[in-house]
C-alpha cells in the first residue's frame, strides 16, 4: 500500500512514521526548499505523548524537552508583577507531558522517518484526481504519482484541502489575532537560563522564552479584532513600540531571524476530514490553535491512531478513515472548544480582566491550591 502525504511538517513527518511501521510505503511533498524547524516552545502530552511512546520516539523528544524554573509575569516597563516556580509549573502540566520547541518535534520525528520514506521539497501538490482503486496527483515539478491513499497534511492554509474540498474561506474561523514567532539569533544576556518572561497589556502579549540548548524565541500575540487589514511584520514595530524589558531586543532579532512564523490565529472545521481516498491531518483537518496548546500533541496522536486504524482494516482505506475519524473527532472538537474560550481572554484590553483572568495562576502558586491542581491531574490520568 501506498501514500502520498502533503506537508512535511509534525503532522506529515509522523503520518510517514507511523505508516511505515504499518507496512506502508510514503512519498512526503514538502513546498519549502527544506526543513523549516524554529516555532515557539509547546506542550506536548495527551495523545500525542501515547502516540509518540507507542511510535518509538518518546525517550528522543523527552531528552530534546526543555524545563522552565521560572516564569515572570511583567508590566509594560519589564518591572515584575508576580512569577511561577518550577514546581508550580510542573503542577499545572502534569506527568505524561512536557515542554519542547515546536521545530525539535518536527526534527526528530524526520530522523526517525528519513530512511524509510522520499521526501521531495521545493514542491507541492498542483491537482488530484481519484476512482475507485486509487488517486491520481500532479505535482508542481510536472510529474504525476499514483497512490491508494493521499493525505493532506499541509496545514492551516492546506492545499489539498482547497483542491479536495473548496476554498479556505468555507473552513477558516478567524480567531482575530495574529502570533509572530521566531528564534533570536542573539539570545538576550538578560533573560536567565531555563526562564521565560511574558507582558500583557492592551490587547498584546509579548513572551521571550529560554528553550533549551542556548536558543532563546521570542513570541508576539495581538487582537486584530480592532480591524486591522492587511498583514505585516512591520506592524509590530509601531504596535510594541511603547514596551520596555526585551521587546526592543526582540525587535531588532526580527531582522535577522532565519524563519519568522506570522500568520492569523484560526481554527479549521471541517464537517468530514476524508472524501474517497483522500485525507487531511493535522492543522489541515482541524487546527485547534495555540490557545488550546495541543496542536502538536493532536498532529502526533491522530497520526497514531491513524496508523492503527489502517492496520486494523487492511486494505479496506475507507472503512479505515471513516473509523479513525469517528474515535479522533471528539478529542479535536473538545479542543477547539477550549481554543474558543481562551480566545475570550487572551491578551484582553480591559486591565481589570486582566487581573481577573490571572488571578488564578497568581493562586496557583500557594501551596495548597496547587497541590488541588496536582490532585486534579491524578484524577484526570
Ligand atoms: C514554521 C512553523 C512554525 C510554527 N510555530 C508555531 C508556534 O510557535 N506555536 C504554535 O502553536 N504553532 C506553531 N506552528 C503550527 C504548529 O506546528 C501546528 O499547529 C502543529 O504542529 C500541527 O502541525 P501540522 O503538521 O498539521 O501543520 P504545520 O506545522 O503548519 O506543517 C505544515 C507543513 O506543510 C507544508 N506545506 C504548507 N503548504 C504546503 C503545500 N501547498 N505543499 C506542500 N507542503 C506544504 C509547510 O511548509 C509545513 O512544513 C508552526 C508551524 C510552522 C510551519
Not at 4 to 27: F, M, P, V
Not at 171 to 193: M, S, T
Amino acid at each position: 500500500m501506498r501514500a502520498i502525504i502533503i506537508g512535511a511538517g509534525i503532522a506529515g513527518l509522523a503520518a510517514a512514521l507511523r505508516l511505515h511501521q504499518a507496512g506502508w510505503e510514503t512519498l512526503v511533498i514538502e513546498r519549502a526548499p527544506q526543513r523549516r524547524g524554529g516555532g515557539y516552545g509547546v506542550t506536548f502530552g495527551g495523545i500525542g505523548y501515547d502516540g509518540a511512546e507507542r511510535m518509538g520516539v518518546l525517550p528522543e523528544l523527552r531528552r530534546r524537552a526543555f524545563v522552565t524554573r521560572e516564569l515572570v509575569y511583567r508590566k509594560p516597563d519589564g518591572a515584575r508583577r508576580f512569577s511561577l516556580d518550577a514546581a508550580t509549573i510542573a503542577a499545572t502540566m502534569g506527568k505524561r507531558s512536557f515542554t519542547i520547541l515546536r521545530g525539535d518535534i518536527e526534527a526528530v520525528l524526520y530522523e526517525a522517518v528519513a530512511d524509510h520514506t522520499t521526501i521531495r521539497f521545493g514542491t507541492t501538490i498542483t491537482a488530484v484526481e481519484q476512482d475507485a482503486d486509487a488517486v491520481h496527483v500532479t505535482l508542481s515539478d510536472g510529474s504525476t504519482e499514483h497512490a491508494d491513499l493521499l493525505i493532506g497534511a499541509d496545514g492551516l492554509h492546506s492545499a489539498t484541502r482547497a483542491l479536495a474540498f473548496g476554498p479556505e474561506e468555507d473552513y477558516r474561523l478567524d480567531l482575530e489575532h495574529r502570533v509572530a514567532v521566531y528564534i533570536l539569533k542573539e539570545p538576550p544576556a538578560d533573560l536567565p537560563a531555563q526562564t521565560t518572561g511574558s507582558i500583557s497589556a492592551g490587547g498584546r502579549t509579548f513572551a521571550m522564552m529560554s528553550v533549551g540548548d542556548g536558543r532563546t524565541a521570542a513570541f508576539f500575540g495581538y487582537r486584530t479584532d480592532g480591524g486591522r487589514a492587511g498583514a505585516s511584520l512591520e506592524e509590530l514595530h509601531e504596535l510594541y513600540g511603547d514596551m520596555g524589558w526585551l521587546v526592543p531586543h526582540a525587535l531588532e532579532g526580527l531582522k535577522t531571524a532565519d524563519s519568522v512564523y506570522f500568520d492569523s490565529i484560526s481554527q479549521i472545521v471541517v464537517d468530514r476530514w476524508s472524501t474517497g481516498r483522500i485525507v487531511l491531518l493535522g492543522d489541515a483537518a482541524w487546527c485547534v490553535t495555540l490557545f488550546a496548546g495541543y496542536g502538536s500533541s493532536l498532529a502526533v496522536g491522530g497520526a497514531d491512531q491513524f496508523g492503527a486504524a489502517l492496520e486494523r482494516h487492511g486494505h479496506d482505506v475507507p472503512a479505515a478513515l471513516a473509523n479513525w475519524e469517528a474515535e479522533l473527532r471528539p478529542e479535536a472538537e473538545k479542543k477547539q472548544k477550549l481554543g474558543r474560550r481562551v480566545k475570550e481572554v487572551y491578551a484582553p484590553r480591559n486591565p481589570l480582566v486582566l487581573e481577573l483572568t490571572q488571578l488564578p495562576l497568581r493562586l496557583s502558586s500557594w501551596g495548597p491550591v496547587r497541590r488541588l491542581i496536582e490532585r486534579g491531574f491524578q484524577l484526570a490520568g
